[in-house]
């Protein structure tokens, strides 16, 4: 960090922070370190403009800043994977340190119940002494308060489920609560850190009937929230929890009617914020 500093120091004395701000347009940026969450700090670092100034000294400090290597995707090869499938809800299990996948859609009205587990480096077909009933769309989050994934709702060969289910690292259990939502599929869902609730919106009733009614899980049962104001009905919405914020974060969806459909590009939160 001091090394990088002084380098700043020698480029402002020589000029270089004029050369730095030329090359800013061929979309370099300065070296600059930045705070990260905790006590990391980070650096974002313009390598190519660093080089190009003849800093000295500068690939010494190029070695310093490679471990905060740029980010990108990369193809997996793991020795076991399921089925080609969409539509099928994904969730981390924080309890167990692996992600949860379960069902899905693989071909025109062809709907999976099968649930794997992937552990960084592979893929797990699990195999539960109990299961929920295939499905697509599920909604389907991990509930922090109680350790357990939560799956609701989806569409199946005969219509859509309004079933809830937890996976407790082992095997699937299906709940009975007092209240629940109607069934639905498509719905919204995520774990609300700031409550210690699940909460899940939207959804579609059947093909072309969207919701936009609000509920919250307790870990026993599900509660419909009476909010002020609310998004429209919409399904296949995108949502999250921001702990930067407390809130949750949902954004598009599309609404479906007899007669219309039409994508959606808003954004709403949901808390006391």
């Known amino acids: ?129 109990t299961s929920p009933p295939a499905r697509a769309e599920a909604s389907m989050a991990y509930d922090a308060a109680t350790g357990n994934v939560v799956l609701f709702g989806g569409s199946g060969a005969h219509g859509h489920f309004r079933d809830t289910w937890v996976w407790n690292g082992t095997t699937w259990a299906k709940r009975a609560p007092a209240t629940s939502p109607p069934a639905l599929a498509g719905a919204a869902m995520a774990y609300d850190a700031a409550t210690g609730n699940v909460v899940l919106f939207g959804g579609a009733i059947n093909l072309r009937d969207d919701q936009n009614g609000t509920w919250t899980w307790d870990g026993a049962t599900w509660t419909r929230q009476a909010p002020a104001t609310s998004p429209p009905a919409r399904g296949g919405a995108s949502m999250a929890y921001d702990r930067a914020t407390g809130n949750v974060v949902l954004f598009g969806g599309i609404f479906e009617s007899t007669v219309t459909v039409t994508p959606l590009g808003d954004t709403w939160t949901w808390g006391s914020g």
Not at 42 to 65: R, W
Request: include cysteine; hydrophobic fraction near 45%.
């Open 1 to 129: 960090m001091n090394q990088l500093r002084a380098h700043m120091k020698l480029l402002t004395a020589a000029g270089g922070v004029g050369r730095l701000a030329g090359l800013a347009g061929l979309g370099y940026r300065a070296a600059v370190p930045r705070r990260c969450g905790g006590r990391r700090v980070c650096l974002v670092t313009g390598v190519a403009a660093l080089l190009a100034a003849g800093v000295p000294g500068a690939c010494q400090s190029v070695a310093l800043a490679s471990s905060y290597s740029i980010l990108n995707w990369t193809k997996q090869h793991p020795a076991a994977s399921p089925l080609a499938r969409w539509d099928a809800p994904m969730a981390y299990d924080a309890a167990a340190g692996n992600v949860i996948l379960f069902g899905g859609e693989h071909g025109t009205g062809n709907v999976l119940r099968d649930t794997w587990v992937w552990n960084g480096t592979t893929w797990a077909k699990q195999a539960p002494a």
